[in-house]
């Protein structure tokens, strides 16, 4: 029942074709924590810098996320990333990106978090994803998220992380980098044979690959007409994921392929707007009733 | 029980990042017939050349296609494509094209013929596939496809072809060119507004989205491992689709749904091999079972 999450608590500014927002919430471990509220209370870990607003905390906090692990760096600012979406928003390119100290983020779990049994090591650098693993004394279920940068400038670290986690999740372009291999089951089984007997290859709007040593299962996307931005969808997928996987005793198969529908659902209502705004709006009914739906039209 | 098929019956030269095969067997028609062939019989339309052997119809109708719509002209040679493939088999460019004739094709069907129950008009000359439909005297479900070219250089013919269709078959960059919208599911919903009650949009190796008054449903496609050569599944879908179906009393939206998956499952053979290889070492049985481990294995 309890649920760690760490990774970037952040401030993003994003241009859509469309539309520009400036500073608004964003990070992995602000998504996923939300996402995973719906269900359950989340530990998070992270920093932020002076530039931090306390109302944020108050609205993280309103929602059962636990802040004991949030270090509040009493002079940098906190992690900004400043993107820009392609004509479709399939793509997108970083126009400025501040790590303000989060690369050398120690990470210290206060002593009352160390117990989690499942654990969210969001996109961050393998150290620090490494360094929070290592404070954890009995992790039932852990699962990482990796991004480009890290592949190319930590793969060693990545590759010590691989081998002690149960789940890799990753995007398309990102596991053809690390594998080097174009073909998605051909690199998902690969990534098999480096430590993780789970892995799941998000692709966007396409859905995601579910693949174990047993099976590769495909899943397709919520089909969202009114996609605004996707900024925090993978975030907000494994949250939904991991969220609902924290209320169940036993971390089978098949209720693993049950939280990745649930996953793809939550993730649908935060392309639905800006930053977290869409997650907010959103009742553990409403995403029920949106996966019921979407179940009953799948044959 | 009688399913139509008008389309191309053409010599193909194709180029893989690893692979070159030389004036192959290909073209809407033949690769649809002999999908559909796993399930009923089909009587063809189309059109070849001075150059066509004897042996391909030998093997065609050994599949219980029926070639008397089939035009074998004395002078002219048959449709060719010489296509080359990307790196990662999912986009390719036309090197060489000649169409021999086949715009001015046109199709008289057979006496026979003309009582049809179901119709595909495989990618051709919108005024092709009209001039053919215009001939079927009680058709009961009518499937289109397009491509690209037609849709640039004959637009107000396949907006008339619209109108008399109950399914259009397009892939997802040819439903943006169409419409103008890049939203997928908004596209389908604006091609419901042009005359077809159904829409199935193809993406490829990311499935399918099939869509109605009531529904958009997604349909992940087959995870393959070993894609050879992509060309002619997406007439291998709908031979799949259209040949199950040919075969049922009533064509209702379940019943559809199902067909689309067996279409995913036989495409995801043809990609396994060049031309129509991969689907003539293909039986019902493999079908069935493929069919079953990939519905097993989704959630």
Same mark, same amino acid.
Do not use: M, W, Y
């Given at each position: 029942m309890t649920l760690l999450a760490v990774g970037t608590v952040a401030f993003d500014t994003i241009e859509t074709p469309t539309s520009r927002r400036?500073?608004?919430l964003g990070g992995s471990a602000t998504f996923f924590s939300i996402a995973a509220s719906l269900f359950t209370n989340v530990r998070l870990v992270g920093m932020v810098g002076k530039d931090w607003p306390v109302a944020y905390s108050d609205l993280l906090e309103s929602r059962g996320i636990d802040l004991q692990g949030l270090l509040v760096h009493p002079f940098l600012d906190t992690y900004f990333w400043h993107g820009r979406y392609t004509q479709d928003l399939?793509?997108?390119?970083? $126009? +400025?990106f501040e790590m303000n100290?989060?690369?050398?983020?120690? #990470? =210290?779990l206060p002593d009352g978090f160390r117990d989690?049994?499942? =654990?969210? !090591?969001?996109?961050?650098? #393998? +150290? =620090?994803? !490494? @360094?929070?693993l290592a404070q954890c004394t009995k992790p039932r279920w852990v699962v990482a998220d990796t991004v480009d940068a890290w592949i190319e400038t930590t793969r060693n670290d990545l590759q010590t992380l691989l081998k002690q986690i149960d789940c890799l999740l990753i995007n398309d372009s990102e596991v053809r980098q690390l594998s080097g291999i174009h073909n998605l089951v051909g690199a998902g089984k690969w990534l098999l044979t480096q430590g993780p007997s789970m892995v799941i290859i @998000? @692709?966007?709007?396409?859905?995601s690959i579910f693949l174990? @040593?047993?099976?590769? =299962? #495909?899943f397709p996307a919520f089909p969202c007409e009114n996609v605004v931005d996707p900024t925090g969808a993978g975030d907000s997928f494994a949250g939904g994921m991991m969220g609902y996987l924290a209320n169940q *005793?036993?971390?089978?198969?098949?209720?693993? $392929?049950r939280a990745i529908q649930i996953g793809t659902i939550?993730?649908?209502?935060? !392309? *639905?707007d800006f930053s977290i705004d869409g997650l907010l709006r959103v009742s553990n009914l409403d995403v029920e009733q949106r996966l019921h739906d979407f179940s009953r039209t799948l044959p």
């Open positions: 400036d500073r608004i399939q793509d997108r390119e970083t $126009l +400025a100290g989060f690369d050398q983020f120690d #990470p =210290v989690s049994r499942d =654990v969210f !090591l969001g996109a961050a650098c #393998p +150290a =620090v994803q !490494l @360094k929070t @998000k @692709k966007g709007e396409h859905g174990d @040593k047993q099976s590769v =299962v #495909p *005793e036993n971390i089978e198969r098949n209720t693993i $392929l939550v993730a649908s209502f935060t !392309l *639905e």
